[in-house]
């Protein structure tokens, strides 16, 4: 049963931790004055949110290279543009580029909206490891934005990986009911099920994340992992080539976990000039040919 949060206790948890329930920022030049739940985008600029809204739409769809480079040109827009900065941070490539991004966002984060400021302090009470404190932001997040999808997420998310998968998957279900075109929240529902147990609740998931964007890789990729787990290897392998002929940059794992499943269909270890020869061929639907030779584990245990 999912816990039921007073209100009231999470108000003076907010204004304990030094989070105002109104802010100048988010009522500044530019801000977004919202009355539809949904957290605050406070920027200076028209155009800088709009390529900060097309940079979250990227990143949601796991295409981090494109979402950086949009959130990039959101900051050059506008330097003071917090949630660019925490985004930056949340895709960055290096702990160094993450710390220095996530430094940024905090320093701004006095001037902009309550639920802004809670996202950031939120990535630096993960980053300091004080679950507890992330737990309490992220609670904190919900009470004030109820009707906000990512807010659900967010919490949802740090539930999963506290393993407590029966709230997760509740607050993964209120995100797709106040967004039912919500994609990304469909993809972390299917792995909350696989971990409880719920095989056909995680397909059902997977399948309509498929649906709901069905041109991306990774919709295909995660469906196929869950039907690798569960032994339907003919299955998963057509999933895996979905996902690698949806994108020839997608994920080099795809292509190895492709490779190694031909091998697991065949029950034979192959010869190593075949090995090579079967891994380049799979390996052509990505950018680098011959790759996926090089991490291929052993499938021993699972044919």
Same mark, same amino acid.
Request: charged fraction near 20%; aromatic fraction near 8%.
């Given at each position: 049963?999912? $816990?039921? #949060? ?29 009355d539809? =739940? &949904? ?5 200076? /600029? ?6 900060f809204? &097309? =940079? ?20 050059a ?9 925490? !985004? ?16 940024? %966002?905090?320093a ?6 309550? =639920? ?6 939120g ?22 934005? @109820? ?13 999963? %990986? ?9 607050e !993964?279900?209120d ?13 972390q529902?299917? *792995?909350? *099920?696989r /971990? ?12 309509? !994340?498929? /649906?709901?964007? @069905?041109?991306?890789?990774?919709p *295909?990729?995660? !469906? ?12 998963? #392998? ?10 020839k ?15 697991? $269909? ?12 079967l ?8 950018? $680098? @040919?011959?790759?996926?030779?090089l991490?291929? @584990? ?6």
């Amino acid at each position: 049963m999912r $816990r039921i #949060i007073a209100a009231w206790y999470i108000t003076a948890a907010i204004i304990a931790i030094g989070v105002p329930l109104t802010s100048s920022g988010a009522q500044g030049a530019g801000a977004t004055a919202r009355d539809d =739940g &949904k957290i605050p985008i406070t920027t200076r /600029s028209d155009s800088a949110r709009a390529l900060f809204l &097309k =940079g979250r739409t990227a990143s949601e769809a796991l295409t981090a290279h494109e979402a950086r480079g949009l959130f990039d040109q959101a900051v050059a827009l506008d330097t003071a543009f917090a949630m660019a900065e925490y !985004y930056l941070a949340s895709g960055s490539t290096s702990h160094v580029e993450l710390m220095e991004h996530l430094r940024r %966002a905090l320093a701004l984060a006095d001037d902009v909206s309550p =639920g802004e400021r809670l996202t950031i302090l939120g990535m630096q009470a993960r980053q300091n490891a004080d679950p507890a404190r992330a737990r309490q932001l992220a609670e904190s997040l919900v009470v004030l934005y @109820p009707r906000d999808e990512r807010a659900r997420l967010a919490l949802a998310i740090l539930e999963s %990986a506290q393993r407590e998968y029966p709230r997760a998957i509740a607050e !993964y279900q209120d995100a797709v009911a106040i967004n039912p075109g919500y994609a990304l929240a469909y993809n972390q529902l299917g *792995y909350a *099920y696989r /971990s409880v147990g719920d095989m056909g609740a995680a397909e059902a998931a997977f399948r309509k !994340y498929i /649906s709901l964007v @069905p041109d991306d890789p990774n919709p *295909y990729d995660s !469906y196929a992992e869950l039907l690798m787990k569960t032994g339907r290897f003919d299955e998963s #392998i057509v999933q895996y080539r979905k996902a690698l002929s949806a994108s020839k940059l997608w994920s080099r794992r795809s292509n190895v976990r492709l490779c190694w499943l031909m091998r697991i $269909r065949t029950r034979t270890w192959l010869r190593a000039g075949a090995q090579f020869q079967l891994c380049n061929i799979l390996s052509k639907l990505v950018s $680098r @040919p011959g790759m996926s030779l090089l991490y291929m @584990p052993s499938p021993r245990g699972l044919a």
